[in-house]
């Protein structure tokens, strides 16, 4: 029987090197110091079909190309800026990562850090240890129980970090559009429907997101402004979504009482304007350094290299090896609109819904599993914090507990082919949004909720749903231009003239918070969404 041949370049915990050498259909070859040679790597790399790295070995397109036998590549961790994603995707190899093992190390670590932020340990310790001081009135700190902790991102992390804090008799309030509010009230939490709430609220706030367009910078100094005063900040998570000057600044005004931040926009960062900030704990990015994590993260990478090898399910998939069949290349359009219909359902209406079917109309062909994935692919992006693909798209469904029910039914009387989704929204109201592809290229929105639109799924938009009466169309500009957004198209949907009705203003820009709290006081607006494409 011939053997999986895998390489570790780099060092991992011994529970995973043990479980690879136990396996029969396995021949292993553990290099801890080999990625300090990357010649030696190019040139033994063609016998192997796994790789397993950390963060110190480039996988290049060279080295992916001379691996002529490589089906899978993993990193211990759960980072791949190292991995050039696309390359292994366009060559058919998988890549997968371990981002669950450092789950309950970086939920201690954050409990840790905010102990610290309250009671200033860290100067105290310094002050006794280093420097022989008796002072204990200068170190004067706040107890945690009564007070209201506000978690930002209650995925993974958060959530245990919730748990946690409710032992020490806090108050817990979260801030996630993405998790389904039952979640939260099993825990005990109570679930907040603008972040906007969680700031003025909580005494202390930490944040639990991954590093997106849409989380970066989500703490600046307009959103510190709305914090109470002496507030306790933490970011354990990553660089970048707490703007570090403002901060900064907010730290020297006495507005934030303390801060603890293990994570920075550049790393190292031992010129980072955070270290001479007043009261603030910091650490070099130790949230995921425990004996315990790194045993985790390598049993995780192991058994995923496994299952790629083998051609079982894989939880962890980073990328999506690109197949280029004839059947792919015809049903490409589909899976495109039906990914972009995923990720405008759940930025309008679904994300919370236990529910959602797909109805397919025409000949998409017997088999809409594609489809199915690529509209998972879509929807999840904006509901888990790992990188979702068409490989463990349906995994993550299930995690979720999202059920999708699937319907074939004959062409219609406008499209020969459409693809509708039907959700039940937060507050039960149903919810429909339907495509199709022009010209067996473009993707198209045709109907959101039975109003007729032209609308191409791409780039910054507001969904406006209104009374159609004269002066709309106007406030809105006005308001938008006020904050100079600039507003590159409109599209306007109704039934009857002088009814409710739906537009979609097309934006060059994010628009504020302040523009959309305007719109939504216009009498005439029933509901405004901003989305993203």
Not at 114 to 134: C, G, T, V
Not at 236 to 257: C, W
Not at 456 to 481: A, C, H, M, Q
């Amino acid at each position: 029987m011939s053997k999986f041949k895998i390489l570790i370049t780099e060092h991992i915990a011994d529970a995973g090197i043990e479980l690879l050498r136990s396996q029969p259909d396995v021949e292993l070859t553990y290099d801890p110091e080999l990625f300090r040679n990357f010649e030696k790597i190019m040139e033994i790399i063609p016998e192997y079909d796994a790789l397993i790295t950390r963060s110190g070995t480039p996988v290049t397109e060279e080295l992916l190309e001379r691996g002529k036998r490589l089906k899978v590549v993993g990193r211990a961790g759960v980072g791949v800026d190292n991995i050039d994603l696309e390359a292994a995707s366009r060559r058919g190899i998988l890549v997968v990562n371990a981002p669950t093992g450092n789950t309950l190390a970086a939920t201690e670590h954050t409990m840790g850090m905010m102990i610290a932020a309250a009671r200033l340990i860290p100067y105290a310790h310094k002050s006794l240890k280093e420097e022989r001081k008796w002072e204990r009135k200068k170190f004067m700190g706040v107890e945690l129980a009564g007070k209201t902790l506000g978690i930002i991102g209650f995925g993974r992390i958060g959530s245990r970090v919730g748990i946690r804090a409710k032992a020490f008799d806090m108050k817990v309030i979260a801030y996630d559009p993405y998790i389904k509010r039952e979640k939260a009230e099993r825990l005990g939490v109570e679930l907040v429907d603008e972040l906007d709430e969680l700031l003025r609220r909580s005494d202390i706030i930490t944040v639990h997101t991954p590093l997106t367009d849409e989380t970066r910078n989500m703490i600046t100094k307009r959103e510190i402004e709305k914090m109470k005063d002496g507030v306790i900040l933490l970011n354990i998570a990553r660089g970048g979504i707490i703007n570090e000057r403002d901060l900064y600044e907010a730290l020297v005004s006495g507005k934030v009482r303390a801060a603890a931040v293990d994570v920075f926009t550049k790393e190292p960062a031992t010129e980072n304007i955070l270290l001479d900030a007043p009261n603030i704990v910091v650490t070099p990015h130790i949230g995921a350094n425990t004996f315990e994590s790194q045993t985790n993260v390598a049993v995780i990478i192991a058994n995923q290299v496994l299952a790629a090898l083998r051609g079982e399910e894989v939880e962890f998939a980073v990328n999506a090896p690109f197949e280029d069949t004839a059947a792919a290349k015809v049903l490409k359009p589909f899976m495109e609109l039906a990914e972009k219909l995923g990720l405008f359902a759940v930025q309008v209406a679904c994300s919370r819904a236990k529910e959602l079917l797909l109805e397919f109309r025409g000949d998409l062909g017997e088999d809409t599993k594609p489809l199915t994935t690529a509209f998972l692919k879509g929807y999840l992006q904006k509901v888990v914090d790992i990188p979702v693909n068409l490989i463990n798209a349906p995994f993550l469904a299930r995690e979720k507990g999202i059920s999708i029910t699937e319907v074939k039914r004959p062409e219609g009387v406008n499209f020969k082919k459409l693809i509708r989704v039907v959700c039940k929204g937060k507050d039960g109201e149903e919810f429909t949004v339907a495509g199709t592809v022009m010209d067996d290229t473009f993707p198209k929105i045709v109907e959101i909720n039975g109003f007729l639109f032209d609308l191409t799924p791409e780039g910054k938009l507001l969904l406006i749903r209104n009374f159609d009466v004269p002066g709309v169309i106007g406030k809105l500009g006005s308001i938008l231009g006020k904050y100079s957004v600039n507003i590159a198209g409109f599209q306007l949907g109704r039934t009857e003239k002088g009814k409710e009705a739906k537009g979609v203003i097309l934006v060059d820009d994010d628009v504020p918070e302040e523009a959309l709290k305007e719109i939504r006081e216009i009498p005439e607006i029933l509901e405004v969404k901003q989305i993203n494409l």
